[in-house]
């Protein structure tokens, strides 16, 4: 079973940044790390669940268009790692980051394109 553990997730004043990581575990020996698309989600008290970033199997990023520019995606395949830095943060970035796996490989912002997700980081700016 696909499990993802999230880390990386603190308190920090606006203007600062964070660097979160995902690390997979689990993965069947006839798939890879690699295979998946790698995404990234935040809910905030309240709030929906809303997409930040993604990254599909080739490498390509897709970020969330409020986010660009701040928020950068990437992945290291070796290590089983997907890494979401937050730069510019501001308190309303508050929210628990989620990451989580698309079994077809993909970048989608769409939450129900994911099978695999992890506990999630807690991520608070204070103005």
């Known amino acids: 079973q696909v499990q993802l553990v999230e880390s990386g997730g603190e308190l920090v004043q606006a203007g600062g940044s964070l660097r979160l990581s995902c690390v997979a575990s689990?993965?069947?020996?006839?798939?890879?790390?690699?295979?998946?698309?790698a995404g990234w989600f935040r809910q905030s008290p309240g709030k929906e669940r809303e997409f930040v970033a993604a990254i599909d199997r080739s490498g390509d990023p897709n970020v969330a268009r409020a986010l660009k520019g701040r928020f950068t995606i990437s992945r290291d395949n070796a290590k089983n790692t997907v890494i979401l830095q937050l730069n510019s943060l501001n308190p309303e970035d508050t929210a628990v980051y989620y990451c989580?796996?698309?079994?077809?490989?993909?970048?989608?912002?769409?939450?129900?394109?994911?099978?695999?997700w992890g506990q999630g980081t807690q991520v608070t700016v204070s103005s």
């Open positions: 989580a796996l698309d079994p077809a490989g993909s970048s989608a912002h769409f939450s129900n394109r994911y099978t695999y």
């Open positions: 689990g993965i069947a020996s006839r798939r890879s790390f690699a295979d998946y698309g």
